[in-house]
């Protein structure tokens, strides 16, 4: 082994063409207050999620397509849903979803959530042995009943009752179970903990809270967790899922696994309204701002964002962290210039803490509203070109005019094109 291949790549501030970030994340002060879940188990909820997003219809073959990539990036636990929603058959478009993935052999794990598994204690679930053995037959190997709080005492006893029947059925039929535990930030909390130690009782083998309404901020978050923990009758793993209302889902989700849960995401943060923590925003800050291996493909990210959004034919946000368009895109006019000059090897890259390489992008520049000469003359230069000052001056003015020109966003001249200007000036006369 050289000595390069010595050298650690996470859990230290700067690493030689990799990322470069302030050394204060990873002072003792700061990491001695972590307590990183053993193992770190991340959860993808990307297909559910896709399913949820309003306005689409995606089919089988195309879920199956996200399937593909989620795999290749190295996504190992999937989680699915099945709501009956109070029907005398589950929600079609989940039930065959779950079938599909079930039969298409993935790497990865699937959970399947379904609501139709343990009740309130009032109103029991009658249909918990059909849906175990529908399940099992489709070949799913972990399931998922939901935690509903009891009105009284006395539902909660009937309700710990069901929870072992229903347990005590799906050993049977060959299957595992988690609980997952909806709007944990506003439930009565020794409500859920009593429900959620009675589930551990019964089998359950790792709690999904879920912070539905993203009701809890970072530092609430933290304190959450780790009093959770610390009430449970025995240790269990635990995960935790956060939504985008705040645009903090990433911090949030992050700050759960400082004090031990594992984090639920989904890529490109899809889901119903704002959106879910995001897959590449979360395991790029654990990767780089706290030192954790997620086990993600990091240099897959890009790929896979831009998959995702061609087959569910939404966008990517321009602004959006780590995957949108202007990530690494550059129109200062001091960043081009030295992008072409002497320093364009320099690392860190200006503007950036990470190489874009690193998540499978590339810094990128354009002509935007902030050209200057010095910017032209240095590409100029780049090209071999040694234009006078008149010519200079036309081709900043034919590439302003070619930016004005665009009817709307992007108002810009993109590199190739700023070249073929320069080139076309530059070598007149």
Sequence with gaps: MSDHDSIPVRGVAHVEGRHSVSPFNFRPEITEQFHFPEPLALIDSTIRKV???AGLTTGIPELLQIGEILQEIGVKDESLNVWWWGADEPNPVEWETVRAFAKAGFDFHINVFTDTLVGNGVVPSTRMRRT????????????????????????AQRQADEFFAFGDYARAQGLEWTLTIAHCGRRDFDKMIAGSNVAIAAGARRLDPMDSTS????????????????????????TMHTHDDFGMAAATTVAAVT??????????????????????????????????????????LQWAADRLARLMDMPIHPLKPVIGAHQFLRDNPNEIARLHGDARDLFPAF??????ALVGSELRWVWGQQGTEHAVRAVALSLGLTPTAAQVTAMRAELDRRRDARPGYPKWVEADEVRDVLLAIGTVG
């Design 51 to 53: 399913i949820y997003t």
């Design 132 to 155: 175990v053995d529908m399940l099992a037959e489709a070949g799913i190997k972990t399931i998922n009943p939901g935690l509903i709080e009891p009105p009284d005492a006395a539902a």
């Design 215 to 238: 009701t809890l901020s970072p530092e609430a978050m933290k304190l959450f967790v780790r009093t959770f923990r610390s009430l449970l009758v025995k240790p269990v793993p635990m």
């Design 259 to 300: 004090a031990g849960a594992s984090p639920d995401v989904a890529l490109n943060g899809v889901s119903y309204r704002s959106g879910f923590a995001a897959l590449e925003e979360v395991v790029l800050a654990l990767d780089v701002l706290y030192g954790l291996d997620t086990g993600i493909r990091l240099e897959k």
């Design 351 to 356: 503007g950036c803490s990470i190489d874009p």
